[in-house]
């Protein structure tokens, strides 16, 4: 990460083309409403591990954080290491009524998560619309990671 070297505040990081990241809103909302998909290639923890400061400024939010699916390979500690306000992560798990996509469809529309991440597997074109559907009605953002050889 480059660094900015005005006299202002050295210590703020500044964004490849040099432009400096605006303070971090309770909320995001230019996300809201809008879905991200990020395809792994596996399901290799190591992967992950380049998510882990993402998910960890997703957790500062006011409003939940919910996590539908996550792989049972990410442990604890290791996402606490890396600065995820666990207490603010909403767990979710399918079930024989509920699937992944129905459950991040309900989280999203809610309205009561700034953001909703899940693991899906395979995800048809309109499951993905009906995702972006809920997330512009609850103000939600949504990200959706996949594994490429499910693709």
Excluded at 73 to 102: C, F, R
């Amino acid at each position: 990460m480059l660094h900015a070297v005005s006299g202002l505040n050295s210590s703020i990081p500044v964004l490849p083309g040099l432009i400096r990241p605006a303070a971090a809103p309770s909320t995001h909302p230019a996300l809201a409403g809008k879905v991200t998909e990020i395809v792994l290639q596996g399901s290799d923890l190591g992967q992950m591990t380049m998510l882990l400061p993402l998910l960890a400024q997703l957790s500062k939010d006011d409003r939940w954080f919910a996590w539908i699916a996550p792989p049972a390979s990410l442990p604890k500690n290791l996402l606490e290491a890396a600065g995820i306000d666990l207490k603010k992560v909403m767990l979710l798990q399918p079930d024989q009524n509920h699937s992944t996509y129905q459950l991040a469809c309900q989280a999203l529309k809610a309205g009561t998560c700034h953001a909703v991440i899940s693991w899906p597997g395979i995800l048809s074109n309109e499951e993905l619309t009906g995702l972006e559907d809920a997330a512009l009605n609850g103000q939600s953002h949504g990200i959706v990671i996949r594994d490429r050889r499910l693709t």
